[in-house]
């Protein structure tokens, strides 16, 4: 199993990106499907995450700028990022949760220039 992130980059506060995570290979019991993000000498937050029932939450500091959505059919989940602050800067990272298993990626930079 494989997850990879994409759609990081470098972008103006203000502005926009949309990050996809997809998962190659089979997952059975598939719990939640959350994006992490780790800025520099901080700990690792929970950002967003969206369960199998499609139920959806988010770290108080991104309600109502991100969006988290699923596409099952394709294993993929994704992130829409909008009205970006130089406070969202961070290696973003896909993870799943499964029943007996934790998956993770290698993440993917997002750089946000005031």
């Known amino acids: 199993v494989r997850l990879v992130e994409s759609g990081g980059g470098l972008v103006q506060a203000g502005g926009s990106l949309r990050l996809s995570c997809v998962v190659s290979?089979?997952?059975?019991?598939?719990?939640?499907m959350n994006w992490y993000r780790q800025a520099p000498g901080k700990q690792r937050e929970l950002v967003a995450g969206v369960t199998s029932n499609s139920d959806t939450n988010y770290a108080g500091s991104v309600k109502g700028r991100f969006t988290i959505s699923r596409d099952s059919a394709k294993n993929t989940v994704f992130l829409q990022m909008n009205s970006l602050k130089a406070e969202d800067t961070a290696v973003y990272s896909c993870?799943?949760?499964?029943?007996?298993?934790?998956?993770w990626g290698q993440g993917t930079q997002v750089t946000v220039s005031s």
């Open positions: 290979g089979s997952i059975s019991g598939i719990i939640v």
């Open positions: 993870n799943v949760k499964a029943w007996g298993a934790d998956y």
